[in-house]
């Protein structure tokens, strides 16, 4: 489990950590749903790769593949030339699991 001090540092192993953190930040956003969807099919995808098919999803500034062996995440902004970047099930996962504790538990401070 990533924690909120490690947070930045995750990011920074690469360019699927930083576009996963991305994401997260500009398209889920604090959608529950969207959040628990992704986290379905991550756990889905995990159980049973071989039966199971690859799960899309576009939002406004990035277009996500979960597939089998990895999530690819193509950004939909800026340079028309930029590749998809790849990042591990297991990695994305945590990102998954990090930013759901994140945005239930800044529903329940004092200031939202």
């Given at each position: 489990?990533?924690?909120?001090?490690?947070?930045?540092?995750?990011?920074?192993?690469?360019?699927?950590?930083?576009?996963?953190?991305?994401?997260?930040?500009?398209?889920?956003?604090?959608?529950?749903t969207?959040?628990?969807?992704?986290?379905?099919?991550?756990?889905?995808?995990?159980?049973?790769?071989?039966?199971?098919?690859?799960?899309?999803?576009?939002?406004?500034?990035?277009?996500?593949?979960?597939?089998?062996?990895?999530?690819?995440?193509?950004?939909?902004?800026?340079?028309?030339?930029?590749?998809?970047?790849?990042?591990?099930?297991?990695?994305?996962?945590?990102?998954?699991?990090?930013?759901?504790?994140?945005?239930?538990?800044?529903?329940?401070?004092?200031?939202s």
């Amino acid at each position: 489990m990533i924690h909120e001090h490690e947070w930045q540092q995750w990011q920074q192993q690469g360019a699927g950590y930083a576009a996963t953190a991305a994401f997260l930040l500009l398209d889920v956003q604090t959608n529950l749903t969207m959040l628990a969807t992704l986290q379905t099919t991550l756990d889905k995808i995990r159980e049973n790769p071989a039966d199971t098919e690859a799960y899309a999803i576009s939002g406004n500034s990035y277009f996500v593949q979960l597939q089998p062996q990895q999530v690819l995440i193509e950004e939909l902004y800026g340079d028309d030339d930029a590749e998809p970047v790849s990042i591990s099930l297991d990695a994305f996962g945590e990102a998954l699991g990090y930013w759901h504790d994140r945005i239930t538990a800044d529903s329940h401070s004092p200031e939202s």
